[in-house]
């Protein structure tokens, strides 16, 4: 059985941080590479952050790098999304995922999903 479980979402305002977890049990925490998607209402999901679970190489979306840190803690098979200096427009669903990620920002690289946890910045 996979799962991906996230938690850590909530409400804060522009400036504020966030951290959100995302703990993966199965197979999920063997796939290459797990990370954090975000869809925002009227808009496509799109990548924010990933990892890959081996050389631990990291990929961002320019919009928030600089801002946000993924990390990976093998013990716990969680990964993590530390968000800092939030603004209004990360506001949206974020979605843990977990697959090849040959391509990083590619959803169809990702087989496993979280339920998404809220993110909500107020200006």
């Known amino acids: 059985q996979v799962h991906l479980v996230e938690s850590g979402g909530g409400s804060v305002q522009a400036g504020g941080s966030l951290s959100l977890s995302c703990a993966a049990s199965?197979?999920?925490?063997?796939?290459?590479?797990m990370g954090w998607f975000r869809q925002a209402p009227g808009k496509e999901r799109q990548g924010v952050a990933t990892?890959?679970?081996?050389?631990?190489?990291?990929n961002y979306a320019d919009s928030v790098k600089g801002r946000f840190t993924i990390s990976l803690d093998n013990a716990k098979n969680t990964v993590y999304l530390q968000m800092n200096s939030l603004k209004p427009e990360d506001t949206a669903m974020y979605y843990c995922?977990?697959?090849?990620?040959?391509?990083?920002?590619?959803?169809?690289?990702?087989?496993?999903w979280g339920q998404g946890t809220q993110v909500t910045v107020s200006s």
């Open positions: 995922a977990a697959g090849r990620g040959r391509l990083w920002y590619s959803l169809d690289e990702y087989n496993y």
């Open positions: 199965g197979y999920a925490y063997v796939s290459n590479s």
């Open positions: 990892i890959y679970t081996g050389s631990r190489s990291t």
